[in-house]
T-cell receptor, first 113, second 113 residues
Framework: GEKVEQHESTLSVREGDSAVINCTYTDTASSYFPWYKQEAGKSLHFVIDIRSNVDRKQSQRLTVLLDKKAKRFSLHITATQPEDSAIYFCAASKGTNTGKLTFGDGTVLTVKP | ETAVFQTPNYHVTQVGNEVSFNCKQTLGHDTMYWYKQDSKKLLKIMFSYNNKQLIVNETVPRRFSPQSSDKAHLNLRIKSVEPEDSAVYLC????????????FGPGTRLLVL
């Protein structure tokens, strides 16, 4: 089955700097790649996603890049703020009607003031 | 704004007891999911239902059984809980017909003594 590896288990940046979280996946059939944010004591909150028909998607300070050849995708956060501190999960899903998400293990992002 | 509701928030029980968790979504989605998040924050899909029909059943112990009365509700019953069932159980929903954004509920935290 699909395996998603999230390369950074922890990441610490200074406020205003950029943060990059990298993920790789194994199944070439995967075509949908969402990112979720989980703040302390809270549930998962959708932040951004990308589908395999594009290689870049931006939403305000967030950009997702997808490299299908390398089976790699990444989340870029610019101008980080303390409220960006959270666990970020990447995930992958195939283009089927199950919609099943396979998650990475999460990256704890800390933005220091 | 919460649109996926879960009850209870928290449940403490003893080994061997039966527990039941409820999930309701008001998004009009046809597909609902149960995920388990363990103490290390790792997320694993358990079940997926599309319009009251089971479409994904990962390798979970047989003491776990999902129940759906209609497409807006997906409950989870655990017969004879064990200590390793202690976790947060997250319900999610999405539109059908392929991978799409999944919206998560606040979770039910289960502690098995």
């Amino acid at each position: 089955g699909e395996k998603v590896e999230q390369h950074e288990s922890t990441l610490s940046v200074r406020e205003g700097d950029s943060a990059v979280i990298n993920c790789t996946y194994t199944d070439t059939a995967s075509s949908y790649f969402p990112w979720y944010k989980q703040e302390a004591g809270k549930s998962l909150h959708f932040v951004i996603d990308i589908r395999s028909n594009v290689d870049r998607k931006q939403s305000q300070r967030l950009t997702v890049l997808l490299d299908k050849k390398a089976k790699r995708f990444s989340l870029h956060i610019t101008a980080t703020q303390p409220e960006d501190s959270a666990i970020y999960f990447c995930a992958a899903s195939k283009g089927t009607n199950t919609g099943k998400l396979t998650f990475g293990d999460g990256t704890v992002l800390t933005v220091k003031p | 704004e919460t649109a996926v509701f879960q009850t209870p928030n928290y449940h403490v029980t003893q080994v061997g007891n039966e527990v039941s968790f409820n999930c309701k979504q008001t998004l009009g989605h046809d597909t609902m999911y149960w995920y388990k998040q363990d103490s290390k924050k790792l997320l694993k899909i358990m079940f997926s239902y599309n319009n009251k029909q089971l479409i994904v059943n990962e390798t979970v112990p047989r003491r776990f059984s999902p129940q759906s009365s209609d497409k807006a509700h997906l409950n989870l019953r655990i017969k004879s809980v064990e200590p390793e069932d202690s976790a947060v159980y997250l319900c999610a929903s999405s539109t059908p017909g392929g991978p799409d954004t999944q919206y998560f509920g606040p979770g039910t935290r289960l502690l098995v003594l």
